[in-house]
């Protein structure tokens, strides 16, 4: 074989039969990894879209909020700082409800958790999640719940002080109808009181929070639409 120069061919066609198979090994992982990929980028895409109606929804519930809360926003600032409608407010039954009623919205965020969980190379790689992460981390959904009980706390504080100090709770709370006691409280300094601190809680706060909110999810949405 030495000296018939076969051993030098042999081995030269070997290594070329492993070269061979190593580009053909290296070449289906290749094809495997960019199947896997393709794969991972068409999930991400799709929690995307679940995050993108997330924030529809989102959008959504900012506006009931705050077209919600307009009559008692303009009634309170009336009630609290126009003298002239001090005389008003004996009439005005609108004005009685306040405390008891309250607009809260109800956030979603299914797709965030589901972006969260989802652990794979080309998450890392993308604008859009980095993005939606700064916007998530600004916006935390603890921070909301939390915003959202004291205000709730705060509604139910109220009812049950009616309801433990003043006969005449059920009837008006019921049908409707407010004797003169009712008039007189609703028309007293304890409920101006209440209405001032819950001007600033509600009004000034949580409600300024949740227009900030809807400008930032509209600016996000045209972002993830673009």
């Not at 495997?32 to 959504?60: C, F, P, Y």
């Not at 005005?92 to 958790?113: Q, W």
């Not at 304890?190 to 600016?219: H, P, S, W």
């Amino acid at each position: 074989m030495i000296e018939g120069k076969r051993l030098k061919n042999y081995l030269i066609y070997g290594l070329g039969e492993i070269v061979l198979v190593v580009i053909g090994i290296m070449l289906a992982l290749a094809m495997n990894n960019w199947k896997e990929e393709q794969s991972d980028q068409k999930e991400l895409d799709r929690i995307i879209t679940v995050i993108a109606k997330d924030l529809e929804g989102d959008l959504s519930e900012t506006k009931e909020v705050i077209s919600g809360s307009k009559l008692d926003q303009e009634l309170t600032v009336k009630m609290l700082y126009n003298p002239k409608f001090k005389d008003s407010i004996r009439g005005c039954e609108d004005c009685r409800y306040i405390l008891a009623r309250v607009a809260i919205p109800n956030y979603n965020s299914n797709g965030y958790n589901l972006l969260s969980n989802f652990n794979k190379d080309v998450k890392t790689n993308s604008k859009k999640v980095d993005s939606i992460v700064k916007f998530y981390s600004a916006y935390k959904r603890e921070a909301f719940e939390v915003r959202h009980n004291i205000i709730l706390e705060e509604i139910v504080d109220n009812m049950k002080y009616l309801r433990d100090n003043f006969d005449w709770f059920s009837e008006w709370f019921i049908s409707g109808k407010c004797n003169d006691g009712c008039l007189d409280y609703f028309t007293g300094q304890d409920y101006m009181n209440r209405l001032t601190y819950y001007e600033a809680i509600y009004f000034d706060d949580y409600l300024y929070g949740v227009e900030q909110y809807q400008k930032d999810l509209k600016a996000m949405l045209r972002y993830l639409k673009s």
